[in-house]
């Protein structure tokens, strides 16, 4: 890249990162690496041509670069494979759920590490718990009465009450 102009090389990394970010398959990620790179290429535009921080951050480019290839090729091939298993969250049985076997691995003899991830699970199912328990409280509180005009009537309607029933 000696040969070409710093400002030629910075703008080809620049078009080649926004050609990989088209490739990705969710537009929330090419937004994402839009912003970085038009905010990196901003950053750069003060850098002195030539210089030692110019160099490095090229090179910073084209790992991010080489790396977003590989997560473009990588997150579009899972975007064309089916994984979504249809859940029914607010069932209170298992049997109405997903079977357990569709959780598992297809090969038997694969050996699978001990869940690291449990104690967020637990945090996760006990957090929808509450919130179901919640709502169900709320829905009880509003059938037996609303909080709002209930108590003592206040005094400025009392007060016009006469007025209201004969006029």
Known sequence: MSNISPRATTLA???????IALRMPDHHRTNLIVFRARSEFDASRGLVEASQEQSERWMDAEIYRDNLEH?????????????????????????????????????????????????????????????????????????????FMTGPEPSWIAKKAPGRASG
């Open 13 to 19: 990394l620049y078009r080649s990162i926004l050609r």
């Open 71 to 147: 997560q473009a090729e990588h997150l579009s091939r899972l975007a064309m494979t089916s994984t979504l298993v249809p859940i029914d969250l607010r069932s209170e049985s298992r049997e109405s759920g997903t079977p357990h076997e569709a959780h598992t691995c297809s090969n038997p003899s694969h050996n699978h590490p001990a869940s690291t991830a449990a104690q967020p699970r637990r945090k996760l199912v006990t957090a929808i718990k509450a919130r179901e328990k919640n709502a169900e409280g709320r829905q009880r509180s509003q059938v037996k009465s609303s909080r």
